[in-house]
DNA sequence: AGAACATATCGATAAAATTCGATATGTTTT
DNA sequence: AAAACATATCGAATTTTATCGATATGTTCT
C-alpha cells in the first residue's frame, strides 16, 4: 500500500469520481443486462459513458487505478469488470489518518 | 475542503513529506534559536534545508499547500514560520474515511 | 538610508499527466 | 474462419507540474 502512489491516483477529478461511485454501483449505473449483479464491479463501456472521456482513457485510467491496488479487474466473456479493492483502501484511509 | 485539491497537493513525495514532518517538529527540525518553540511550526529555511531544494521550489510548495489550506503561516519579523493547519487535515481525513 | 537577509513572485525549461485516435488483442457469434 | 464487439496498448499533441535562477518585497540591523 504506497500512499504517494495512491494519492496520485486520487488526484484527478475522474478518477476520484469513479473510485466514490464503484462504492455503490446499483446508485450510479445501470443494471448490468448480461450479469444482473455488481458483485465484480462495473465493465468499463458503463464507467466510460458516465464520465464521457474516450475509451482509451477510461481503460488508462482503470490501469492507474490497478496499479495503485485500488481495483480489482475481472473478466467476464469479453467485458472486464472493475470493482474497488476494499483491502487497500481500508488499509490506505487507516494510514492517512494515522500518519497525517 | 476540497478533497480533490489535497489529494494534488500531497501528490508530490516532498509535500507529503514536509505535512507530515510538521506533525512533529521536534522531531524532525532543529530547534529555532530565536523563537525557542514551534507553536507557529517551521520556518522556510529549515523546511528547506532538510528538502534539499531550491529556495524558491519550497516557496511554491509550501503555498500550494496554504491554497489547499493545509498550512497556516505566521510571520516573525523576516522568517516565516509554517504549521499544520488541523481544522483541515482533521476534516480532510474524516471526508476521505467516509466518502472513500 | 542602505546593507543584509528571508521569503515570494516571475519567467523559463524540462518532465509528467491528460487525452485522443489508431491499432492490437482477446472473446463471442455467425 | 470471419465479423463484430470490448478492452488494452501505442504514438502523438496539449496541458500541467516540477524546478531553477533572477528579481521583487518586506524586515532588521547598522
Known amino acids: 500500500m504506497d500512499i504517494l502512489k495512491i ?3 486520487l488526484s484527478n477529478k475522474t478518477r476520484l469520481e469513479i473510485i466514490q461511485w464503484l462504492k455503490e454501483p446499483e446508485k450510479y449505473f445501470d443494471p448490468h443486462l448480461d450479469l444482473g449483479h455488481f458483485r465484480d464491479g462495473v465493465c468499463v463501456q ?5 464520465v464521457g472521456l474516450s475509451q482509451s482513457t477510461i481503460s488508462h485510467y482503470l490501469s492507474i487505478m490497478q496499479k ?11 467485458w472486464t469488470y472493475y470493482k474497488r479493492n476494499e483491502e487497500t483502501i481500508a ?9 497525517l
Request: glycine letters at 4%; aromatic letters at 4%.
Open 46 to 50: 458503463h464507467i466510460r459513458k458516465k
Open 91 to 99: 488499509s490506505y484511509t487507516d494510514q492517512i489518518r494515522n500518519v
Open 68 to 78: 495503485a491496488n485500488l481495483v480489482i479487474p475481472t473478466r467476464h466473456g469479453k
Open 7 to 9: 494519492n496520485k491516483a
